[in-house]
């Protein structure tokens, strides 16, 4: 069974940054099996988007076109936490941002139903 605890929301001006924190519990024998993704929903009608996802195995990442450049997702093995860094954020940004995982190669474009375990989510919000 994986668990996924999301935590480091909160409000931040445009142009901030914040870095979101995903601890994985996981038997550390399949840690590296899985891939990782981070999501966000800007609101409850709106569709839950990929921003960004790691293969744990050998780092193979994928970024939205929309956060390129701005967004990373360093890791702590030691700690089996996965980040979200974020910089310089903009007004489109907010949202629910989640944790999400899923057995095996991350898909080359990451969509919602790829991913079987999920955090609880946490807000981001950028004021304008």
């Known amino acids: 069974q994986i668990q996924l605890k999301e935590s480091g929301g909160g409000s931040v001006q445009a142009g901030g940054s914040l870095r979101l924190s995903c601890v994985l519990s996981i038997l550390a024998a399949t840690r590296y099996s899985h891939c990782m993704g981070w999501f966000r929903q800007a609101e409850t009608d709106k569709e839950r988007e990929a921003v960004a996802?790691?293969?744990?195995?050998?780092?193979?990442?994928y970024y939205a076109d929309s956060v390129k450049a701005r967004f990373t997702i360093p890791q702590d093995n030691a700690k089996n936490t996965l980040y979200l860094q974020m910089d310089s954020l903009k007004p489109e940004d907010p949202a629910i941002y989640y944790c999400?995982?899923?057995?095996?190669?991350?898909?080359?474009?990451?969509?919602?139903?790829?991913?079987?375990?999920w955090g609880q989510g946490t807000q981001v919000t950028v004021p304008s």
């Open positions: 996802a790691i293969y744990l195995r050998n780092s193979w990442t």
């Open positions: 999400a995982a899923s057995v095996g190669l991350c898909p080359t474009r990451p969509g919602r139903a790829d991913f079987d375990y």
